[in-house]
């Protein structure tokens, strides 16, 4: 079965420079979510898309943005780098209407992007 | 606001011991309920879930039981392996609407399966 697929893997910048990484959900998934986990802590929420609109938002730096297009890829895109941006970044995926009550909407997480900012 | 509670690792076992990790949450309302697994160098996979009170999340010999009277949601495997090495994250999905999708992770738990 098709996976949510993150890249690039890995990525090494210098600080004050600017990345960009790429997420692509699961097919029929319609919503995104970005979330990041510093060195031994634990995944934290940054921002979600619905139908290429934001849906919601979290501890996501300034510096930081995001969207997601209409073949809904989604893009975090991050400036100014600093040295503890350096983390693994999760891009995860849900279909539409699995939410609610019964609480059904489950993720399907990518692999992670780690950033290394030196 | 809501958040989740799990024991401190490393949790050190020997290969067909019995595993317990500790969870407890706190949350309005009636969130679901997930652990996930991260194995070494890889992305998260989700283990199992509970969306309501009572239900029991079952996979892999991995189980946990969603108790509304003790806010909690323990993960359990009777005999653990080597290749269970792993951390593993209890996380919470709020049951507002303006919340789904957005995971409340507790600290995570490593859990090391010696032969």
């Known amino acids: 079965a098709a996976g949510v697929i993150q890249s690039p893997r890995h990525l090494i910048k210098e600080k004050r420079e600017t990345a960009t990484l790429k997420c692509y959900p699961i097919p029929r998934h319609d919503t995104v979510y970005w979330y990041q986990q510093g060195p031994g802590q634990d995944p934290q929420f940054l921002i979600s898309?619905?139908?290429?609109?934001?849906?919601d938002k979290g501890s996501i730096p300034d510096r930081f943005s995001a969207q997601q297009f209409s073949d809904y890829h989604s893009e975090l895109n991050m400036s100014s780098l600093e040295l503890g941006d350096s983390a693994l970044y999760f891009c995860a995926s849900s279909p539409t209407g699995t939410g609610g009550p019964s609480g059904a909407n489950v993720l399907t997480f990518g692999a992670g992007s780690r950033l290394t900012v030196l | 606001g809501d958040s989740v509670t799990q024991m401190e690792g490393p949790v050190t076992l020997s290969e067909e011991a019995f595993l317990t990790i500790n969870c407890t949450y706190t949350a309005t309302g009636y969130p679901s309920l997930f652990w996930y697994v991260q194995y070494p160098g890889e992305g998260l996979q989700l283990l199992l879930k509970a969306t309501k009170a009572d239900d029991k999340g079952s996979n892999k010999g991995f189980e946990a039981t969603y108790r509304k009277e003790t806010t909690s949601f323990h993960l359990e495997k009777g005999s653990v392996q080597v290749s269970d090495s792993a951390v593993y994250f209890c996380a919470l999905m709020p049951s507002l609407t303006d919340s789904w999708g957005k995971l409340q992770f507790g600290a995570g738990t490593q859990v090391v399966v010696t032969p």
């Open positions: 898309f619905y139908e290429k609109m934001q849906s």
